[in-house]
């Protein structure tokens, strides 16, 4: 049975994605439920499985090229199956050929050393032929140190940066911050913990408290439109997880968080993290988050300036929990602190807006509320 590849549906706003790495290659058997390629987007790469099983005959979409959604990029066939016609991705225009430069081994050696384009260097020999002397000549122009290495863009790599590029474009951001003391919920944990029999986080206590408060604070549950500030229904919270390829962050989504017990965010936000580590991510899995809460607190920093996602109006960050000095009726103490922040898009809201939602979320982790949670 011939069974045509589609580069799938995403996400919603989702027209055209890259397509990454195959991870099998045109003769290679496939399995139904086997990891085939990698389709990547301006916010993750998703790793698509194959539908069916046979042999890979054919593969349209090389890698790195851009298929809108829908395109038919390969075919899986039994070996000796005719394949039907397909239309092919189109290709890229061709890259224009570069023009031959004339250089001595010497010259082409140091600018390398010098990180110098030999196409931009003028000649100074009547053959036209460019020396070491024209390449330092050169070399003494160019802003900035000689280069070690230059490390090419993955697609995720560009993805990623394409979409930052894009918010920090059309967002105005702002950010306020607060210390908070966590000797309160630390003192819990062990006691929560045990009654959920899973380990309880102080991420998952802040997770819980903004859900719970979002709804009395709906500006932060929202995102700018050209014709209208756009107030979110539902309280979907985005975990943004930093992963070690590419250097890239994955935001799996907890849906309806307001409406989750403490207990079952703690799951939840343990069972996304387990398969953001395996890659096992669905595109479903990462669509519609209306809220960000970044944890960075394993990084040992003591706060750091989060990134808004692209249609939501803020994002929460949580730096590391250490003892701090403190002052606590006049006289200096020792406590548990940690610096939480929250970036906005001062579009939608101000910082008095901001700031009354973030203290809010202080005096709940502080008060230790989270002992009456459900």
Same mark, same amino acid.
């Given at each position: 049975?011939?069974?045509?590849?589609?580069?799938?549906?995403?996400?919603?706003?989702?027209?055209?994605?890259?397509?990454?790495?195959?991870?099998?290659?045109?003769?290679?058997?496939?399995?139904?439920?086997?990891?085939?390629?990698?389709?990547?987007?301006?916010?993750?790469?998703?790793?698509?499985?194959?539908?069916?099983?046979?042999?890979?005959?054919?593969?349209?979409?090389?890698?790195?090229?851009?298929?809108?959604?829908?395109?038919?990029?390969?075919?899986?066939?039994?070996?000796?199956?005719?394949?039907?016609?397909?239309?092919?991705?189109?290709?890229?225009?061709?890259?224009?050929?570069?023009?031959?430069?004339?250089?001595?081994?010497?010259?082409?050696?140091?600018?390398?050393?010098?990180?110098?384009?030999?196409?931009?260097?003028?000649?100074?020999?009547?053959?036209?032929?460019?020396?070491?002397?024209?390449?330092?000549?050169?070399?003494?122009?160019?802003?900035?140190?000689?280069?070690?290495?230059?490390?090419?863009?993955?697609?995720?790599?560009?993805?990623?940066?394409?979409?930052?590029?894009?918010?920090?474009?059309?967002?105005?951001? $702002?950010?306020? &911050?607060?210390?908070?003391?966590? !000797?309160? @919920?630390?003192?819990?944990?062990? =006691?929560? /913990? %045990?009654?959920?029999?899973?380990?309880?986080?102080?991420?998952?206590?802040?997770?819980?408290?903004?859900?719970?408060?979002?709804?009395?604070?709906?500006?932060?549950?929202?995102?700018?439109?050209?014709?209208?500030?756009?107030?979110?229904?539902?309280?979907?919270?985005?975990?943004?997880?930093?992963?070690?390829?590419?250097?890239?962050?994955?935001?799996?989504?907890?849906?309806?968080?307001?409406?989750?017990?403490?207990?079952?965010?703690?799951?939840?936000?343990?069972?996304?993290?387990?398969?953001?580590?395996?890659?096992?991510?669905?595109?479903?899995?990462?669509?519609?988050?209306?809220?960000?809460? $970044?944890?960075? &607190?394993?990084?040992?920093?003591? !706060?750091? @300036?989060?990134?808004?996602?692209? =249609?939501? /109006? %803020?994002?929460?960050?949580?730096?590391?929990?250490?003892?701090?000095?403190?002052?606590?009726?006049?006289?200096?103490?020792?406590?548990?602190?940690?610096?939480?922040?929250?970036?906005?898009?001062?579009?939608?809201?101000?910082?008095?807006?901001?700031?009354?939602?973030?203290?809010?979320?202080?005096?709940?982790?502080?008060?230790?509320?989270?002992?009456?949670?459900?």
């Amino acid at each position: 049975m011939v069974t045509k590849v589609i580069l799938p549906k995403l996400a919603e706003n989702i027209e055209e994605a890259t397509v990454g790495q195959w991870f099998k290659q045109e003769g290679e058997p496939v399995a139904d439920g086997e990891l085939l390629f990698e389709a990547i987007t301006d916010k993750a790469a998703v790793e698509v499985k194959a539908e069916a099983s046979g042999v890979l005959r054919k593969i349209y979409a090389t890698e790195n090229s851009v298929v809108p959604v829908g395109q038919v990029i390969a075919v899986i066939a039994e070996a000796d199956e005719e394949l039907p016609p397909v239309e092919a991705p189109k290709p890229e225009a061709e890259p224009a050929v570069a023009p031959i430069v004339k250089a001595s081994f010497g010259a082409r050696r140091l600018a390398k050393q010098l990180g110098v384009d030999l196409a931009s260097v003028q000649p100074s020999r009547p053959d036209g032929r460019i020396s070491e002397d024209d390449v330092r000549a050169a070399a003494a122009h160019v802003a900035g140190p000689p280069v070690l290495k230059k490390i090419p863009h993955s697609p995720l790599k560009r993805a990623l940066a394409d979409h930052l590029a894009h918010v920090s474009g059309n967002v105005v951001p $702002s950010i306020v &911050s607060v210390e908070v003391d966590f !000797s309160a @919920v630390l003192a819990a944990l062990p =006691q929560l /913990s %045990a009654r959920a029999d899973t380990p309880i986080e102080p991420r998952d206590i802040v997770v819980h408290t903004a859900a719970s408060l979002l709804p009395n604070h709906r500006l932060l549950n929202a995102c700018f439109t050209d014709d209208a500030v756009v107030l979110y229904a539902p309280i979907h919270i985005g975990l943004a997880f930093d992963i070690d390829r590419d250097q890239g962050v994955l935001v799996p989504v907890l849906r309806d968080a307001d409406q989750k017990s403490l207990d079952d965010i703690a799951r939840e936000a343990a069972a996304l993290s387990a398969r953001v580590e395996a890659h096992d991510l669905a595109p479903a899995d990462m669509a519609d988050a209306t809220f960000t809460v $970044s944890d960075q &607190s394993a990084l040992d920093i003591d !706060s750091f @300036v989060p990134i808004l996602n692209d =249609q939501q /109006s %803020a994002i929460l960050a949580i730096s590391t929990i250490r003892p701090r000095p403190v002052v606590r009726d006049g006289e200096l103490a020792v406590a548990h602190t940690a610096t939480l922040s929250v970036a906005f898009d001062h579009r939608v809201l101000n910082g008095t807006t901001a700031a009354r939602f973030l203290n809010a979320v202080r005096a709940a982790i502080e008060k230790a509320e989270i002992t009456n949670l459900r």
